[in-house]
């Protein structure tokens, strides 16, 4: 019982310092779109993450069974190209504030997963929560048509990121169920991610000019992307995933907004009106609902 304790303790500490981080990545990815492409962002910082990982992990991590290597590139398919791609793309379309509360429905989108794979029941809550959350999404993207700028696209693609999040983390709880130690095993889905993203840097070109990157702004910002938010962040989430199950670690995606709110308000003097704070209180309240579910206390493993 005492270790079940801690262990939950770790997961709810791994949870809250990585959505800490994650709150501010919008505003620096938001600083390197002026002057870097969405796929030239995510190659930097999932490359740097990557090399990090495998020389911190101590080599490349073998896959136990033919299946398993499917479920890492699925995992590197989901949470890292398809995800980060489409939350860059969108934040070319909408502020950071925006892209920072619709991604809030990533725990809708992890409980579903969760559901149809791990057989949890959803009760009559979470589908009042769901509700509630969607009118405030809606509300502050209505309120940004003016304000922040809204395009149909741009919140689209946030909601897709959303949706993929929930099955990258359904896949996470899987693999670690498996046995895999956390920092080899981000370290392979990282290594899917960038070769998965190889297909779009074809297409699009890879950069020729790489001085840009040495610019302090730009290099700082890189720094904290690769390092904190992806090497350290990312394994520190898979953690929590592995201790407190993907639909109790996704929980603490509802203080990401407030932690990109506010830095964009200070950072990149973006504004949130009250119609706007209305809306964002509606989705997180709607989120909370959405996971006070009846369910059996976890069973220690």
């Known amino acids: 019982m005492e270790d079940m304790q801690k262990n939950r303790l770790q997961g709810h500490l791994c949870s809250l310092f990585t959505i800490s981080v994650w709150g501010l990545t919008f505003v620096s990815t938001k600083v ?10 995510m190659i930097a910082r999932f490359g740097l993450g990557f090399l990090v990982l495998l020389l911190v992990g101590h080599g490349w991590l073998k896959a136990q069974k033919p299946i398993h ?3 890492f590139a699925l995992a590197g398919l989901t949470g890292v190209t398809l995800y980060f791609l489409m939350e860059n793309i969108a934040l070319t379309y909408i502020s950071a504030s925006l892209v920072g509360v619709i991604v809030t429905a990533a725990p809708l989108f992890t409980a579903l997963c969760a559901a149809a794979v791990l057989r949890e029941k959803l009760s009559r809550r979470f589908f009042g929560g769901f509700v509630c959350a ?11 048509v003016t304000e922040l700028h809204f395009s149909p696209v741009g919140a689209l693609l946030g909601v897709g990121a959303a949706l993929v999040w929930g099955m990258y983390s359904v896949l996470v709880r899987r693999l670690g169920e498996m046995g895999y130690r956390t920092i080899p095993l981000t370290c392979r889905i990282f290594a899917y991610g960038l070769l998965f993203l190889l297909v779009p840097a074809c297409i699009e070109g890879f950069p020729a000019d790489l001085a840009p990157w040495a610019e302090p702004l730009h290099l700082g910002n890189l ?3 690769g390092l904190g938010a992806s090497a350290t962040c990312f394994v520190t989430w898979n953690r929590a995933v592995s201790l407190l199950g993907p639909v109790g670690t996704s929980v603490y995606i509802y203080a990401q907004p407030i932690v990109t709110i506010l830095c964009s308000a200070v950072i990149l003097h973006e504004t949130m009106t009250p119609v706007m704070w209305l809306g964002t209180a509606l989705a997180l309240g709607g989120l909370i609902l959405s996971e006070h579910r009846d369910k059996t206390p976890p069973q220690a493993s």
Request: proline share 4%; charged share 10%; glycine share 8%.
């Open 69 to 71: 290597e499917v479920l």
């Open 134 to 144: 969607m009118a405030g999404v809606a509300l502050v993207s209505l309120a940004g």
């Open 32 to 41: 390197l779109l002026r002057t870097f492409t969405p796929l030239e962002i």
């Open 223 to 225: 720094l904290f992307l």
